[in-house]
């Protein structure tokens, strides 16, 4: 079976610095991919690349066989690529239901937001992310873990086939990351291929299949967690040559 993304020796320059050189690897359909690196390495040029807001200098970039580079983000999102944001960036104004529904009007243009079969498909999404109980609620009444699971229920309104999260552990209690691994362990189970980026290496490590290391834009590694985890590449970009 052919991948469901395919990265063809992409690169991004910015001021004649590279974000991201050279860079290939694929992603089979159902896959979870973890993909780390130190702060700088290239994991959020990589994600703006796949999704549309910025174009590579050099390379292709292919999703279900098709080509993407050149192509608007929201006709990317219709392709079936979604993302979140380390930051959540809710409708400050709207409340939960009303977020996931305006998601799945903004992305798909599918209905209006107020259209009662929009809202039920909306409320099937929060009760999937469990949020069900705070429909009403604004987005600045909700914990951290919980505007998590907003952002990824506002993904999820897009109906995506590969979904790109981006720190969903980030500024997280043991507990909120727990509930936040069981959400993901869910969409991916309903079919949903995964591109994931986070520091939490231990919590991350437990629910990807196969992981790519990025330092200052080159690929240093690319295996399985067991492999990653004691490659020296890896050990020397995150911890130093200890000289």
Known sequence: MPPILKVANISRFFGGVAAISELSFALSTGEILGLIGPNGAGKTTLFNLITGFLRPNLGEIYFQGRRLAGLKPHKIVARGVTRTFQIPKPFGSLNCLENVAVSMVAKTGLARRHDPEMLRRSRLILETTGLADKEGMLPEALTQGDLKKLEIARALA??????????PFAGLTNAEIAGISQLI????????????????????????????????GEKIAEGTPQEITSHPRVIEAYLGTGD
């Not at 897009?158 to 720190?167: A, Q, V």
Request: aromatic share 2%.
């Open 158 to 167: 897009t109906s995506p086939h590969l979904l790109l999260l981006d720190e």
């Open 185 to 216: 362990e869910q969409v991916h189970g309903r079919g949903v291929t995964m591109i994931i980026v986070e520091h939490r290496l231990r919590e991350l490590m437990r629910i990807v299949q196969r992981v790519v290391a990025l330092d200052f």
